[in-house]
């Protein structure tokens, strides 16, 4: 795909990950709607785009909300045309053991309400902003693209029943609609980042993240712009198709 003029939708798109992609396929001549949940934070990477030069827009829209993500994405064809790409990005951690227990005591489970929150944002969300950018490719003729973002963890991480049951959802639907979709000129992947820099990363103790960061081959996390430049390469590479890209720094065997 060209990405000069394209219109890319990014969800998640208000910070982080979702924002260094927005730069970054901005810089490459793409026009980019972002999606997210917080009205301010969106202000503020428009402004932050449009100051760059980069022509870009906000909807507010919750992706686990059916009738939010439906109305978003009729929204982004009405104001900025037809859409030519998506990048699933949104996504929420609620971190913890299934079981935590000692001495044969129970102390306590993963709660129902953060197995549903995860799956519901980082999986429905998904699904239903797939379905609705598909639709969407399909109506208005446009051999787009969809680059869903997964994670290592869909091999399965302590601490992490729910995100990684959704990330290997992803990586699931990632294949099963590069399938089904090359039809209609639709080409569906996936990058599945490992330690990337974050606000969580840049919090922790410096001791804690050394021993992170010794755990890589690389011996460095990853950056944003690495995430960003995988998904660029999707986009770019017409015969890339219903395949997960691994961007971790060598980490996952």
Known sequence: MQLNDALIAITGGARGLGLAMAHHLGRRGARVALIDTDNDQLDQAV???F??????????ANVADEASVTEAFADIREHMGPLDGLVNNAGILRDGLLVKARDGKVEKTLGLDEW??????NLTGVFL??????TAMIEDDRRGVIVNISSISRAGNMGQSNYAAAKAGVAALTVTWGKELARHGIRVGAVAPGFIETEMTASMRDDMLEKLTAGVPLRRLGAPADIAESVAFIFDNDYFTARVMEVDGG???
Not at 116 to 121: E, G, M, N, S
Not at 129 to 134: D, F, L, Q, V
């Open 251 to 253: 980490l996952r065997l």
């Open 51 to 60: 100051d760059a030069g980069i022509t870009a827009r906000a909807f507010v």
């Open 47 to 49: 402004n932050g785009l």
């Open 129 to 134: 902003c797939g379905r609705a950018a598909a």
């Open 116 to 121: 549903q929150a995860v799956i519901d944002v």
